[in-house]
Nanobody
Framework: QVQVVESGGGLVQPGGSLRLSCAVS????????IAWFRQAPGKEREGVSC????????SYSDPVKGRFTISRDNAKKTVYLQMNSLKPEDTAVYYC????????????????WGQGTQVTVSS
């Protein structure tokens, strides 16, 4: 099974920035779409962003659109999530997951999760 390791979380003040990394244990990352999810305390896991395989088309949830940027480095087998203008409501554990395509990357379809990385936005 494909394994992922998320990193880069931390404590940041409102308005600050963080860059999350998702290292994926595959031979070739090129063939995979990668999505970021988050889960806040007491809430369900939700999709945040996704980047497709091949042409790297990106998509974002409405709450993060314009503030977050997803990118990929296939040579490093790593996907990044640059988070700017962070808000307290962005506080959550962030997870990444690989899949065949972005439309199929919904929490219900993910069999194995990484440990996630905690992002806390607070003054």
């Amino acid at each position: 099974q494909v394994q992922v390791v998320e990193s880069g979380g931390g404590l940041v003040q409102p308005g600050g920035s963080l860059r999350l990394s998702c290292a994926v244990s595959v031979d070739t990352l090129d063939y995979y779409a990668i999505a970021w999810f988050r889960q806040a305390p007491g809430k369900e896991r939700e999709g945040v962003s996704c980047i497709s395989s091949g042409d790297g088309i990106t998509s974002y949830s409405d709450p993060v659109k314009g503030r977050f940027t997803i990118s990929r480095d296939n040579a490093k087998k790593t996907v990044y999530l640059q988070m700017n203008s962070l808000k307290p409501e962005d506080t959550a554990v962030y997870y990444c997951a690989p899949g065949v395509s972005c439309p199929g990357l919904i929490p219900e379809n993910i069999a194995f999760w990484g440990q996630g990385t905690q992002v806390t936005v607070s003054s």
